[in-house]
C-alpha cells in the first residue's frame, strides 16, 4: 500500500520477486544445493541481517550471515531444507518499502526432521538498479 492507499503493482510485483529469491536461496530439496549468492544480488552490498530470536539479537553483514549457512546447507547439517513466505503485508512509499512477512520453514537438522514458521521485517529501497532490500530482521516462533 501506499500513503495514498494505492498499490503500485508493478512495485508489489518485484517486491515479491525479491522475496520469493530470497526464501528460495536457502532450499537444498532433492539434493541440489542452496544459492546463497542470490542474498548478494538481492541486498545492497552494505546491508544488513538482523536475527532476533529469544531474547539474543545478533546482527550481520552480508559474508557474516552467509558464510555458516552456507556450511550447514552443504555439510549434511540441515538438508531437504526449505523456507517460503506465508503471508505479509507490503507498504511503498516512494523509492523506500516495508514488508513484514510470516513464513515456514521445514527439513532435516542433523538427520530430525523439523517444521517451523517465523516472523520477518524486510527493508527496500530503490537504487539505480532497481529493488534491492537493505535490512531485514527475523524472529523464529
Known amino acids: 500500500m501506499s500513503i495514498g492507499g494505492a498499490v503500485d503493482t508493478g512495485v508489489k510485483d518485484e517486491l515479491d520477486r525479491l522475496m520469493r529469491a530470497l526464501f528460495g536461496a ?3 530439496l532433492g ?3 542452496p544459492d546463497l549468492a542470490v542474498v548478494r544480488e538481492v541486498f545492497i552490498p552494505e546491508g544488513l541481517i538482523i536475527k532476533n530470536v529469544g531474547g539474543e539479537t545478533e546482527i550481520y553483514d552480508l559474508d557474516a550471515f552467509i558464510a555458516p549457512r552456507q556450511r550447514m546447507l552443504t555439510d549434511g547439517t540441515l538438508t531437504e531444507f ?3 513466505e506465508i503471508a505479509e503485508r507490503t507498504e511503498i ?3 523506500i518499502a516495508q514488508r513484514f512477512s510470516e513464513y515456514g520453514k521445514s527439513g532435516f537438522r542433523d538427520g530430525e526432521w523439523f517444521e ?3 516472523r520477518q521485517t524486510t527493508q527496500f529501497v530503490r537504487t539505480r538498479d ?3 532490500m537493505s535490512a531485514a530482521a527475523w524472529d523464529d516462533v
Do not use: A, R, V
Open 82 to 84: 526449505s523456507e517460503w
Open 26 to 28: 536457502f532450499g537444498n
Open 93 to 95: 512509499f516512494g523509492s
Open 130 to 132: 532497481g529493488w534491492k
Open 116 to 118: 517451523g514458521f517465523g
Open 31 to 33: 539434493g541440489t544445493g
